[in-house]
C-alpha cells in the first residue's frame, strides 16, 4: 500500500535539492543544506524493503544496472 505523504514528502525533498544547487540564494542554500541529506536518508530507511535483506544478490544486480545504464547514456 502506497501511503501518498511520503511521496508527496520525496518530492519536496528533491525540490529543496534542486534549488539549493541552482539559483537559491546563498541563506536558502545554507539553510537547505543543512537537512536535505539527512531527509533522503530518512526516507531510503523508511521505504526499504526487509525483501532486499534475503535477495541482496539481486538488489545489488538490479541497482548496479540501473547505475551502468545511465553512466553510459551520459
Request: aromatic share 26%.
Amino acid at each position: 500500500m502506497r501511503d501518498d505523504s511520503i511521496s508527496i514528502a520525496k518530492a519536496f525533498a528533491i525540490l529543496l535539492m534542486v534549488l539549493a544547487h541552482t539559483w537559491f540564494s546563498e541563506y536558502g542554500s545554507r539553510w537547505i543544506n543543512m537537512f536535505h541529506m539527512p531527509l533522503f536518508f530518512f526516507f531510503a530507511g523508511y521505504c526499504f524493503k526487509d525483501k532486499y535483506l534475503s535477495e541482496f544478490m539481486q538488489f545489488l544486480r538490479k541497482n548496479l544496472m540501473e547505475i551502468m545504464f545511465f553512466l553510459f547514456l551520459f
